[in-house]
């Protein structure tokens, strides 16, 4: 059997992040980087995003960020275009729903960019059905089955 040389599993290594809970300072686009919003998840810390000048492309996730900051589909992130390839950048930071409001009310997200709702979820406002989304058996029914 193996001896144990490291100080912990996993599990240690999953109480990494307790200062991500501060307000931090708001970080705006520089030169080089694009906003853009999570279209989905590929796997393999790979996401497919579209940036708000318009272009779809294959975002990696950096390795400071890996494992560490979860990424979701619908998620406003700041990309690092790529001189070589334009079809693919790479996810520097993602902002919290708080940040990606406060870009919005600065006028760096357009107005036309849907804020915490899932994309792939396929949430809409409109769809207030009043939540009858469960069924009620009778008795009877039950005794048929």
Not at 40 to 45: A, F, S, T, V, Y
Request: aromatic share 6%.
């Amino acid at each position: 059997m193996p001896k144990n040389k490291g100080k912990g599993g996993k599990n240690r290594k999953r109480g990494k992040n307790e200062a991500d809970d501060e307000k931090r300072e708001l970080v705006f686009k520089e030169d080089g980087q694009e906003y853009a919003q999570v279209l989905r998840m590929l796997g393999n810390g790979r996401c497919e995003a579209t940036c708000i000048d318009g272009t779809k492309r294959l975002c990696h996730i950096r390795g400071k960020m890996h494992k560490k900051v979860w990424i979701a589909a619908g998620d406003i992130i700041l990309v690092g275009l790529r001189d070589y390839q334009d079809d693919k950048a790479d996810v520097i930071l993602k902002y919290m729903p708080d940040e990606a409001r406060l870009l919005k009310a600065y006028g760096e997200l357009p107005e036309s960019t849907r804020l915490n709702e899932g994309i792939a979820g396929g949430l809409d406002e409109e769809d207030d059905g009043g939540g009858d989304d469960y069924i009620e058996f009778e008795d009877e029914d039950i005794d048929k089955i």
